[in-house]
T-cell receptor, first 111, second 109 residues
């Protein structure tokens, strides 16, 4: 089954404790992206990747890191999480930059 | 950067009614998509429609790129249509995706 998977689905952590949210797709898509969703703001793009080893900033990259060492994986790293990074996070992939398919979301709470 | 505005922000319909959701964008775009986020949070791709008109069952969409807007039509609405509808565009000269704030739809039985 073609899908985008994210782990974990729910995470509660404390300020400053490094964490990684994994994203994996099995569709051989070149384009992958991370978004955060906050009430009233829609989805805002954090980072995107056009292909292996090619990443670029979206609209809200501060406080986040990404890497794209393999085509199928695009992890999101929070080196020192803060409470303002409490949000719902989505990973997406597509063959190009449009017709994106979304993962199920990761709900992160930073206390 | 590009601004994407969706209207109305909230919409309540009686089952069976029709509706039109609007997406305005402030500059030329490469691509435009419509998504539905269901009450469980899942995001579903409805249409990829940079220009022209597409139909899929009770849903159809039209984008007039020269006038910088897109419309999503829902006919004979059902309770399962409830959720949030997002419009998303890709800016020219790059691969960033910008979402609107969404239209929250509730369909009453």
């Amino acid at each position: 089954e073609a899908q985008v998977t994210q782990n974990p689905r729910y995470l509660i952590t404390v300020t400053g404790k490094k964490l990684t949210v994994t994203c994996s797709q099995n569709m051989n898509h070149e384009y992958m992206s991370w978004y955060r969703q906050d009430p009233g703001l829609g989805l805002r793009q954090i980072y995107y990747s056009m292909n292996v080893e090619v990443t670029d900033k979206g609209d809200v990259p501060e406080g986040y890191k990404v890497s794209r060492k393999e085509k199928r994986n695009f992890p999101l790293i929070l080196e020192s999480p803060s409470p303002n990074q409490t949000s719902l996070y989505f990973c997406a992939s597509s063959l190009r930059s449009y017709e994106q398919y979304f993962g199920p979301g990761t709900r992160l709470t930073v206390t | 950067g590009i601004q994407v505005e969706q209207s109305p922000p909230d919409l309540i319909l009686q089952e069976g009614a029709n509706s039109t959701l609007r997406c305005n964008f402030s500059d030329s775009v490469n691509n435009l998509q419509w998504f539905h986020q269901n009450p469980w949070g899942q995001l579903i791709n409805l249409f990829y429609i940079p220009s022209g008109t597409k139909q899929n069952g009770r849903l159809s969409a039209t984008t007039v790129a020269t006038e910088r807007y897109s419309l999503l039509y829902i006919s004979s609405s059902q309770t399962t249509d409830s959720g949030v509808y997002f419009c998303a565009v890709e800016s020219t000269g790059g691969f960033k995706t910008i979402f609107g704030a969404g239209t929250r739809l509730f369909v009453k039985a």
